[in-house]
């Protein structure tokens, strides 16, 4: 208890955070006894944090590896600002600069020493290595970005594969490896490539529950559904795009449409791109458009949505990018524009590799992708499932939990599309079955003779669409199988048979034309809301006055606390997560004279806008209501309504709102409800994120959000 007590402390002291977040603890502690680790956590998760802290308590230096000099200079200057002594070796520095930080380290002034793989592993740099082991000692290898390790990850690097020579050359020092996403052979490789020995190791869920996750059909005027969506959505984003032509063209059209954008890819030269991304960075640009090329490294925290304009190439890509969004567990959006015509275009691509094999892996990844957008289950379930985690569903948290799309019996049409496959002998693709259904006249049709077949021509009255819908809802739900040689022949199973003998029937989900929007603030009080943007100012002019990235100073979610509990002493801004005593002393004064400023003025209109009697009920909350009040449970309610347990809640929370009376005892227990209740009497009407964040694992968001329920209906009696 006394070592948890004492990392407790050094985490607020030195990071300004009350609590570990899960998992933390247990790999700190580890890393402190010396042993080798492999970190498997998804971005978000408090990785670096893992390996940082332990570096801090060390004796020694802690050398950090990292493949990217723009993430390690944010890291340093993170470091350095929280007044933890942190210092990196690459390629930007001159003579003069070098030497200097190396005599710095060698003289036992630096607890953190980031370099680039290439210049650890170069002829000159080894020997000052083997001083600074000598004279100041080195108390762990850390390997960032680990999976680069592998050529079965996502960014194989080869230089990677030489840095077993560090295990070699300092046997006594544990390697600490951390990547954001490795699948089971990835971190096998992992293992084996930098030797590690008997590692421990942590694989964290894939789940980030922030992010809201959502599939748009692409319209045909692509750029004002893009524009919509940026203009209906705070704060900063990344618009990925597959082409270098698109990103500019897109940039282009949103500078015209007064969004501050710039443009991120290979064919800008390194000064523009450096220049843009600090812009980006810094809070300079609202937008950020851009290739693949940018992302990996970027350690911007407040990044509130990601748009894919363009489908992805795999899922493990696409978790990557849309993982920028929300690195600092506050809520945001992650859109993905699909339509056939992009999928047409990567393929394309695609067929231009010269070697078959990697033809047919990218087309297999490609399908998955295509299985993810076009899917009606959870987003999560796919994508966590993809790194062979289990997850259930009903997250409560993406387009298809919170708006089930209305399910149809497409049991006749099921019916043709099979009997199409076994027309065609079980030897083409859905695009040739889709194309015998409607009676098309293509050349391999008429080849084949499938214009004869009894099959040809009776789906006329279905769109492509439509048919390639059904087709793909067959494969999601195992009532069709399709080879995975990269040709994607479609094959019939036992489930197919019993579909076309009537013996089972065949419901999928249709596309609805609209959706509910979005949006991060609806529980936000306005006048939080207009502290919260004034403070985001001052901590801007305090960034641009120092040359540093605005989250550097504060995060978000601390200020959002501090616009919240409006702390009006050193004393009570002390007691927020996020606030050290290094930042505490350095911005304490500004940050309160500024709430201090705001209350003045606010304190004429300090009442707070009664509940309006006009909100009723929609017919929708009363059914729930209806459903509840006969005694339902809540997965009974989402069951017969067809709606996520965590809908049929928000349901209640409203109705509660609305001033409807609601027993939530069968819910929440009576003594988590008065804890629940008293942590909002402390703290006030804050994000569920921050209030969960002080209860801890123990409650879970839908009793909180029950409590936040009634307790707001409470305070407006």
Not at 4 to 15: C, G, M, P, T, V
Not at 330 to 342: H, I, K, N, P, V
Not at 472 to 478: A, D, E, F, T, Y
Not at 568 to 582: A, D, R, V
């Amino acid at each position: 208890m006394s070592e948890f007590s004492h990392l407790e402390k050094a985490l607020k002291y030195y990071f300004g955070y009350d609590k570990f977040r899960p998992g933390q603890q247990e790999i700190i502690e580890n890393a402190l006894s010396n042993r080798d680790l492999l970190i498997v956590m998804p971005t978000g998760g408090g990785k670096s944090l893992c390996f940082q802290l332990p570096a801090i308590l060390k004796k020694g230096v802690t050398v950090v590896v990292s493949p990217l000099i723009a993430l390690m200079q944010d890291q340093v200057e993170a470091l350095q600002k929280n007044g933890i002594a942190a210092t990196f070796l690459n390629s930007s520095l001159n003579f003069y600069q070098m030497r200097s930080r190396e005599q710095y380290t060698l003289a036992g002034k630096v607890k953190l020493l980031y370099v680039a793989p290439e210049r650890l592993l170069s002829e000159k740099f080894l020997p000052f290595l083997d001083l600074v082991h000598h004279q100041v000692g080195i108390s762990a290898v850390v390997i960032d970005e680990a999976h680069c390790v592998s050529e079965w990850g996502h960014d194989f690097r080869p230089e990677y594969r030489q840095l077993i020579l560090l295990r070699k050359r300092y046997p006594g020092v544990p390697v600490w490896a951390f990547t954001a996403t490795a699948t089971a052979r990835v971190r096998i490789d992992i293992i084996q490539q930098l030797g590690l020995k008997e590692p421990s190791i942590h694989i964290a869920s894939f789940n980030r529950q922030n992010l809201y996750y959502e599939v748009q059909v692409k319209q045909k005027n692509a750029y004002i559904q893009l524009l919509k969506l940026i203009r209906e959505t705070e704060g900063s984003g990344i618009v990925y795009c597959l082409t270098r032509k698109r990103v500019d063209e897109i940039t282009l059209k949103l500078q015209h449409d007064r969004v501050s954008a710039l443009p991120y890819h290979a064919g800008l030269t390194d000064e523009e791109r450096s220049q843009n991304q600090t812009r980006f960075l810094r809070d300079d640009a609202r937008v950020m458009v851009a290739t693949i090329a940018f992302g990996m490294g970027i350690n911007k925290p407040d990044v509130r949505f990601v748009i894919h304009f363009d489908i992805p190439r795999n899922i493990e890509s696409y978790y990557q990018e849309s993982g920028r969004a929300g690195r600092d567990g506050e809520a945001s959006r992650c859109t993905l524009f699909y339509s056939y015509g992009d999928v047409k275009t990567i393929e394309y691509l695609i067929n231009q590799k010269s070697d078959p094999q990697e033809q047919l892996i990218a087309k297999h990844q490609l399908r998955q992708m295509i299985d993810y957008a076009e899917a009606t289950d959870c987003r999560r379930k796919i994508q966590i499932g993809y790194f062979g985690e289990y997850f259930p569903g009903n997250c409560g948290n993406c387009d298809n939990c919170l708006y089930p799309k209305p399910v149809q019996d497409f049991t006749v049409e099921a019916m043709k599309f099979l009997s199409c496959v076994a027309r065609c002998q079980q030897k083409f693709g859905m695009n040739h079955i889709i194309d015998v259904l409607r009676g098309a006249k293509t050349e391999k049709i008429t080849q084949y003779k499938h214009d004869q077949l009894s099959t040809y021509g009776i789906g006329k009255d279905r769109s492509v669409e439509e048919w390639r819908l059904l087709g793909r809802c067959l494969l999601h739900q195992g009532l069709l199988e399709q080879t995975s040689d990269g040709y994607a022949v479609l094959k019939l199973n036992s489930l197919s048979w019993e579909v076309m003998r009537r013996q089972r029937q065949v419901f999928i989900a249709v596309p609805v034309a609209e959706k509910m929007s979005w949006n991060q603030n609806t529980s936000k009080a306005m006048e939080a809301q207009m502290l919260f943007q004034r403070l985001r100012s001052l901590r801007k002019k305090i960034a641009d006055e120092q040359s540093v990235p605005p989250y550097v100073i504060f995060a978000d979610s601390t200020l959002r606390l501090m616009a919240q509990v409006k702390p009006q002493t050193k004393q009570e801004l002390e007691k927020l997560s996020g606030i050290g005593s290094h930042k505490l002393a350095l911005y304490g004064e500004q940050f309160l004279a500024e709430i201090r400023n705001s209350c003045q003025e606010s304190s004429v209109s300090q009442q707070q806008q009664p509940f309006s009697a006009a909100d009723a009920p929609s017919t929708t909350e009363l059914q729930t209501l209806q459903l509840y009040q006969q005694g339902l449970s809540i997965a009974e309610i989402a069951k017969k309504r067809r709606l996520s347990p965590t809908r049929i809640v928000r349901h209640l929370c409203d109705l509660m709102e609305k001033n409807q009376s609601i027993d939530i005892n069968p819910l929440v227990s009576s003594p988590k409800q008065q804890k629940i209740w008293q942590v909002f009497d402390v703290l006030g009407d804050i994000s569920l994120a921050v209030i969960k964040e002080y209860l801890g694992e123990d409650y879970s968001f839908d009793e909180i959000r029950l409590v936040r329920g009634k307790w707001r209906q409470q305070k407006r009696k």
